[in-house]
């Protein structure tokens, strides 16, 4: 199979459990909640997304012709060492292209596999470190994983109380939860912070990219 990638870089994992981690970022193209043009977002499933993940266009992005160009292309931007190589699948929604194929090259070339999904398709039972942000109107069918990054709150009716509290019964080690970034940042952070107060099981993750001037 072909992969459409949007952008590639090496830079420190910025939010959840792995925060602060050396990672290659994979930016596949294309995501099943959102087309990524700005005309069809207020009629969008995901409306908040702060991410272009259109076309191939992206500093190391392109058409990919088989995993094993993607494999060594992401090795490429790791660099020299062959001492924890971390990669992150993510977009757009990386589920729509990741196969075993993928999968087998990366685990070949060394790195642990980490993916940031939201949870509507399966992730592939290779990847080493699942991360699922749920998007509420979506139907998740992956409740199971490493972390549940929940962006709160969500805009325009979305996750409620009682949604929060399905959530803490699905099979995660982690529940997160990630203040919404979006111009009212301020009072998203008081309202994560206020529903980490009232909710223990939930912990509170920052963006640390967008602080610490990292991509
Ligand atoms: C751009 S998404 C790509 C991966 C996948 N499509 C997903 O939604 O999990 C990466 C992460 O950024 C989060 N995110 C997107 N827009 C955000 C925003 N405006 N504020 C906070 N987090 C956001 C998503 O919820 C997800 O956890
Ligand atoms: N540094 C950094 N950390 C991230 N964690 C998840 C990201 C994403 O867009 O999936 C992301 C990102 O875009 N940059
Ligand atoms: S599901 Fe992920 S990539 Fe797709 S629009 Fe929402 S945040 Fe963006
Ligand atoms: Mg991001």
Request: some cysteine; overall charge negative; charged content about 20%.
């Amino acid at each position: 199979m072909s992969y459409a990638v949007k952008e590639m870089f090496l830079t420190l994992q910025g939010e959840g459990v792995q925060a602060g981690r050396r990672a290659v970022f994979l930016r596949f193209a294309g995501c099943n909640l959102w087309s990524g043009r700005e005309q069809d977002r207020a009629q969008a499933i995901c409306r908040f997304c702060d991410t272009d993940f259109v076309g191939t266009d992206g500093d190391g992005g392109g058409k990919f012709a088989d995993a094993d160009a993607l494999a060594d292309a992401a090795l490429a931007f790791w660099g020299a060492g062959d001492a924890g190589r971390y990669i992150v699948l993510t977009g757009g929604e990386p589920m729509l292209q990741v196969d075993d194929a993928l999968v087998d090259a990366l685990h070949a070339r060394g790195f642990t596999i980490a993916i940031e999904s939201n949870g509507t398709l399966a992730v592939h039972p290779g990847i080493d470190w699942i991360c699922i942000s749920p998007k509420a109107g979506s139907d998740v069918v992956q409740r199971e994983g490493h972390e549940l990054k929940l962006v709160w709150p969500q805009p325009g009716g979305g996750h409620s109380i009682a949604d929060v509290a399905a959530m803490e019964q699905w099979a995660f080690a982690h529940h997160l939860l990630q203040p919404l970034d979006d111009p009212h940042a301020q009072d998203n952070a008081r309202a994560a912070i206020a529903l980490v107060m009232d909710r223990p099981r939930w912990r509170l993750t920052v963006q640390a990219h967008k602080y610490l001037g990292l991509r």
